[in-house]
């Protein structure tokens, strides 16, 4: 049962600018540039919010996972960019959300569970920071606890070869393939007991790192 303190699905003019921005831009870089894949898109909820958990190795990601998986998804953004103002408009519609640097993790926790209350999905790079290999190899607890409280499902998502784009010493994005696969919902720790949290974010690495294991 969907938790009743949570919108269904996000508001009308968010997944209007996030069709046209997929369609016109993301979409056809995605198909011809990248000649990417995806698998696995029928098990991305049509409606209610949820945690999407992935890897990352790219700044290319959130908008390539943002449009593979058919939804607007919501990132945090440092504050900062929000206080200049037509940047500030766009990116809300968008998704993105404020966290104050100073306010550390607990902060970014109430501003994820404020975008989750508004319908977003919300997308949560399981390491933190960007790997080299795209492989996830010490993950945070951060994801893991913003479902147990919210009580929603996470959704392991695994980009594959976007680590290549960009390598160190390229400065124009380079044409690689990519892959996107997209596993199944994972229940929420319990509690936010530690060994829960621990417990839910292996589940949520092993899966992802299988997938990428995968390949092509």
Known sequence: M?????????????LILYYLFKGIIITPIFYTYFRGKIYGLENVPLKH?????????????????????GRP????????????????????????????????DRGAIRA????????????????????TDGRIHDPKLGAAMIAAKAQLPLLPVCLWGTHKILPKGVSIP???????RIGTLIDPPASVKRTELTAVTQQCTMAINKMHDLGR
């Open 49 to 69: 919010p949820l945690i999407i958990v992935s890897n990352h190795a790219s700044y290319f990601d959130p908008p390539i996972l943002g449009s593979g998986v």
């Open 2 to 14: 969907p938790n009743s303190e949570f919108r269904e699905r996000e508001t009308l003019k968010n």
């Open 174 to 180: 380079l044409p690689v393939p990519v892959t996107l």
């Open 112 to 131: 994820a569970l404020n975008a989750l209350k508004e319908g977003w999905i919300v997308g949560i790079f399981l390491e933190g920071t960007r790997t």
């Open 73 to 104: 998804v919501a990132y945090m953004a440092k504050q900062e960019l929000f206080e200049i103002p037509l940047l500030k408009e766009g990116i809300k519609l968008y998704g993105a959300y404020p966290v104050k640097r100073s306010s550390g």
